[in-house]
């Protein structure tokens, strides 16, 4: 309300001071009783369609439900607005870099963001393609960001069958990539000699949560902050010191305390320890197959209640796999042999650049707690 | 084909007219003008590449966050390393003594290049800044491809990187470039450049060629097909071989 000093309201031209001024059939004995019985009225109005906001929203959607639908929302605006962890989970988001063409990201999570650009181009019909506008935020902030409603949606090899906390109001898409898993990278021989050691004896299955727990028993393991990680850490294992870091490459730089392992997404760290950090290695089992603790999809995030939206999503994912070209996208960056600058320059996706400065840090690592889990 | 090789660039200057600008009109600039400004926008794209090569290890740092290469720092160095290579002060353009000739439409043009550059510069922070990443592929090509790109696009005067079998698409040379990069690479080493016109005398076409320096071999060198950090397969090149031109167009009148 705006809230006029006198000086200025005498100020102002005659026409205004006019309709400041208190209308002559209010004046009288009965106007301030009338007057404040329609007060009276109108909290008690409020106050009862404050209470049913969400009935009155609700009946608003079934007679316009045109006013909620999130694909016309994008439609309309003429661009997706979509999250991407800005700590690399490579091969699906690599870091951002520059290019000849000026900063780009990319990765499969980005190739996926061109196939859902493209297939909302051609379910808007507009005369200009819907341009995706790409938001790289910490990955612990994507939550938020999505629940706010400053995203229509977010992918970063996000898992969607694990269960956690701070995830109420989102829902996931149909997999784009069911081959997730939590698993386990080392600098340490004699870490990864222990552990195999120990799988070895057990004779119940690799993941069982007693074989686990004695493998790791007083290591010093290191997991993102947020990730299912940590989730599947602080649930199952017990005796060991968990390191919550902000990203992977913070994980790798621990000096204090030192890194005996690093929990992650098998798939990101596979990569990175042929790639990027070779004098790490995947923790195996003697058939050779990286050790597995759990089995994770990967999916892209929604808000729960763009349900149009998720349908569009899963019929797009469910073409792409028919047709062949989710298993070609899967290859192309997690079997190929090939360097992501080059794939950035030619495919990348440009990003809004405004917000970066404040999440990309790639942060610290910190002890969980005081004590032995 | 006439083709003028010059082969000192005191020669030029001394060829060099006062030109007549009439911009209210159009736009017209004679050759003399346009080929030393040409001269001195491939040399300042050049100081450029220098700039961003002489902090490569700085910007590719991974333990370091805030690198403090910000845009005004480019701009001293480039500013530095111009002079350097022109005896050109920009920081003092306008007060440019009467023994050291810049033609007016270099000293519109010469500042247009460095705040495009700038922008560059700019633009990259986001990935210059990121703590945990090394190579972040700002190097002296993609500078290039970007400021010459940003200039190009706000002036008459068209800037671009070129060589034969280019990595970017976009710096394919056209037919005239490549055949002056043929002919170049057959020459010695030899700072000068090549100036000629074309388009029935139209436009003029200034090519600076850039030779391979020790820091450029990491991805360039040898061994030949194998593929550098940012994926490419390198070139096999050797110190002192072509690596490339700068190209200036400029239309000599716009009617």
């Not at chain 1, 006019?18 to 109108?42: F, K, N, Q, Y």
């Not at chain 1, 996000?158 to 989102?170: C, E, Q, T, Y």
Request: with cysteine; proline share 6%; aromatic share 8%.
């Amino acid at each position: 309300m705006v809230d006029y000093d006198r000086d200025s309201v005498l100020s102002m031209p005659h026409t205004q001071r006019t309709t400041l001024a208190a209308p002559p059939h209010e004046t009288g004995t009965t106007a301030p009783l009338i007057r404040l019985l329609v007060e009276w009225a109108s909290l008690l109005l409020m106050a009862v369609m404050i209470q049913g906001c969400g009935l009155v929203v609700d009946a608003v959607q079934l007679v316009w439900p045109i006013a909620t639908n999130e694909l016309d929302a994008i439609c309309a605006r003429g661009q997706v607005r979509v999250g991407m962890a800005v700590e690399p989970f490579q091969p699906f988001v690599f870091p951002a870099i520059y290019t000849d063409e000026g900063l780009r990201v990319t990765g499969l999570d980005v190739e996926l963001v061109r196939e859902i650009t493209a297939a909302l181009s051609q379910r808007c019909s507009n005369t200009k393609p819907i341009v995706p506008t790409l938001h790289l935020i910490r990955f612990r902030n994507l939550f938020l960001e999505l629940t706010e409603g400053n995203l229509d949606l977010f992918v970063s090899s996000i898992s969607a069958n694990v269960p956690a906390p701070g995830r109420i109001g989102l829902a996931y898409s149909n997999p784009y990539f069911d081959a997730g898993g939590i698993g386990g990278i080392t600098a340490r021989p004699d870490v990864a000699e222990r552990i195999g050691a120990n799988i070895r004896r057990s004779s119940e299955s690799a993941a069982d949560g007693n074989t686990m727990t004695s493998a790791f028993s007083g290591l010093t393991v290191a997991v993102q902050e947020g990730t299912s990680a940590q989730f599947y850490a602080e649930a199952n294992l017990t005796g060991i010191n968990l390191v919550l870091c902000d990203s992977l490459p913070a994980a790798f730089e621990s000096q204090s305390p030192p890194i005996d392992l690093i929990l992650g997404k098998q798939p990101v760290l596979d990569y990175t320890v042929r790639r990027v950090r070779k004098d790490w290695r995947l923790l195996r089992l003697d058939s050779g197959k990286p050790l597995l603790l759990t089995h994770e999809q990967y999916a892209i995030v929604t808000d729960e209640e763009s349900y149009r939206l998720r349908r569009f999503l899963n019929d797009l994912l469910f073409r792409l796999d028919k047709s062949g070209r989710l298993t070609d996208m899967r290859q192309r960056w997690l079997e190929e042999n090939y360097a992501y600058p080059r794939r950035a320059a030619t495919e990348g996706l440009p990003f809004a650049a405004e917000k970066m400065p404040q999440h990309y840090d790639q942060g610290q690592c910190r002890l969980a707690d005081n004590r032995s889990r | 084909m006439k083709r003028v090789w010059c082969a000192a660039v005191v020669g030029i200057l001394a060829t060099f007219a006062i030109g007549a600008l009439a911009p209210s009109t159009g736009w017209a600039v004679d050759r003399a003008e346009a080929e030393e400004t040409a001269r001195l926008l491939a040399k300042l794209l050049k100081a450029g590449r220098l700039v961003i090569e002489q902090n490569q290890l700085l910007i590719d740092d991974q333990h370091k966050g805030e690198k403090g290469f910000t845009p005004e720092v480019f701009e001293r160095q480039l500013v530095q390393e111009f002079r350097q290579l022109t005896g050109i002060d920009l920081s003092k353009l306008h007060s440019t003594p009467a023994s050291i000739a810049v033609p007016s439409l270099a000293k519109e043009l010469l500042p247009a290049f460095v705040l495009a550059s700038k922008d560059v510069v700019r633009d990259a922070q986001v990935v210059i800044n990121q703590r945990g990443i090394g190579y972040k592929n700002f190097i002296p090509a993609t500078y290039g491809s970007q400021a010459a790109a940003r200039f190009s696009k706000q002036s008459h005067v068209r800037l671009k990187q070129t060589t034969l079998g280019p990595r970017n698409p976009k710096n394919e040379p056209d037919d005239y470039e490549a055949s002056v990069l043929k002919w170049l690479s057959g020459r010695p080493r030899a700072e000068a450049y090549v100036s000629e016109l074309t388009d029935h005398g139209q436009t003029l076409r200034v090519v600076m060629p850039i030779y391979y320096v020790p820091a450029c071999l990491t991805c360039h060198g040898e061994p030949k097909g194998d593929l550098d950090i940012s994926g490419y397969p390198k070139e096999g090149a050797h110190e002192g071989d072509l690596a490339g031109a700068i190209t200036v167009t400029t239309p000599l009148s716009l009617r």
